[in-house]
Structure formats: C-alpha cells, structure tokens
Antibody, heavy 120, light 108 residues
Framework: EEPLVQSSAEVKKPGESLRISCTTSGYSFTSYWIGWVRQMPGKGLEFMGIIYPGDSDTRYSPSFEGQITISVDRSSATAYLQWGSLKASDTAVYYC?????????????WGQGTRVTVSS | DIQMTQSPSSLSASVGDRVTITCRASQSIKSYVNWYQQKAGEAPKLLIYGASILQSGVPSRFSGSESGTDFTLTISSLQPEDFATYYCQQSSGLPPYNFGQGTKLDIK
C-alpha cells in the first residue's frame, strides 16, 4: 500500500470551491509534517505550505497565503488542500509530500498527484 | 525568502557522461539542500538530502556537494533511466522551502 494516496482529478469552473485530499497510511500521521507542492502545466515545482498534523501548526508560502487553506483530519489520517474560489490560473497538478523526520526537512515520500483543471 | 538559482535550465548528454547541475542559494543555508528527480508524468523522487546524503535505494552514481552557497548534483556515469528533470530545494530555517527552477536532462 502506498503511504500517500491523493484524490482523483478534478474539473471545475472559475469561482467554484474545491478540496483535494491526501490520505496517509503506514506511519504515525501526527508525527510528520506534510506539505503541498504545485506544478503548473510545463513548469517547475512550487512550495505552497506545510502542516504538522499533531497540532495543526500551518506555515504558508507568502505566494499562496490567503489563496489556499491546508488542514488535516487526524481521525482519518488525511491532509487537505482547499480553495474558496478557483481561478483558471489554479490549473495544475498538486502533490502532497511528507517531510522526513531525519531528512533535513526534505520531502521523502510523495503522493501521486492530483490534476486540477479550472475552465469555463 | 531564500531563493535558489539553478543552472543550467537544460542539458543534453550521452549515456556514460558525467553531468553536474548547480544551485546557488541567495543566503547561507548550511547543508539544507535537497535534490529531486522527476520523470515525465510522475511525482518527484528524493535523491539527496542534507546536500550530500544519498536517500536509501538511490544509486551511488548520484552524489551531492557544497561550497559556501553553491550546491552541486553530480551523476558520474549517465544511465538511460537518468534522463529526467532535476530540482534542488532549500529547507533551511522556516518555510517557504523553495525549489530551484529545474534542469531538464535529455539525450544528446
């Protein structure tokens, strides 16, 4: 079983809301930070933010602060990334990734990615 | 925020070649640099963390080094499966832990 499994691809209209998920297994969910990374079509990786499921301490990149919300559900060992009002420029693949405990804060395990398409 | 300037943006090489990719940090980040490999249509994969520590399972032809604020990923002898895009990332201090712009490595 894969440690990080993300929700399926989404097609949304501008202005709609969306929440995508990252369900974890095989390790102590509350002991590792989890982050979200954006990859726009044909572009590089962008750090969005990270959350510590143990106490929900959340740190956002200034580039994304106010545009997204990162949260967790400890009962289901799931992390979420959500938007209140999508824009066409949110079209991208979004990855969740675990921050390794002994990896100098590198992302040691990645989800498979969720493709989000925002189009009218 | 700490910025990572990665070069080159693209690189053509042959199987068996030695290849180096460089990232320069905008300020001192000690050894908090990580390197990832991403193949088309796949999630990134961690290769090296802490500037020079090889992730478990990664072949020893991959290595990392640092000199001040300059960090280098070296592939000693390119294999066909190494043609991919490579990213550096800094993870010093508090977030954001920004990535470099990426280096696309393709076959000459």
């Amino acid at each position: 079983e894969e440690p990080l499994v993300q929700s399926s691809a989404e097609v949304k209209k501008p202005g709609e809301s969306l929440r995508i998920s990252c369900t974890t297994s095989g390790y102590s969910f509350t002991s590792y930070w989890i982050g979200w990374v954006r990859q726009m079509p044909g572009k590089g990786l962008e750090f969005m933010g990270i959350i510590y499921p143990g106490d929900s301490d959340t740190r956002y990149s200034p580039s994304f602060e106010g545009q997204i919300t990162i949260s967790v559900d400890r009962s289901s060992a799931t992390a979420y990334l959500q938007w209140g009002s999508l824009k066409a420029s949110d079209t991208a693949v979004y990855y969740c990734a675990r921050v390794g405990a002994t990896h100098r804060k590198a992302f040691d395990i990645w989800g498979q990615g969720t493709r989000v398409t925002v189009s009218s | 925020d700490i910025q990572m300037t990665q070069s080159p943006s693209s690189l053509s090489a042959s199987v068996g070649d030695r290849v180096t990719i460089t990232c320069r940090a905008s300020q001192s980040i000690k050894s908090y640099v990580n390197w990832y490999q991403q193949k088309a249509g796949e999630a990134p994969k961690l290769l090296i963390y802490g500037a020079s520590i090889l992730q478990s399972g990664v072949p020893s032809r991959f290595s990392g080094s640092e000199s001040g604020t300059d960090f280098t990923l070296t592939i000693s002898s390119l294999q066909p499966e190494d043609f991919a895009t490579y990213y550096c990332q800094q993870s010093s201090g508090l977030p954001p832990y920004n990535f470099g712009q990426g280096t696309k490595l393709d076959i000459k």
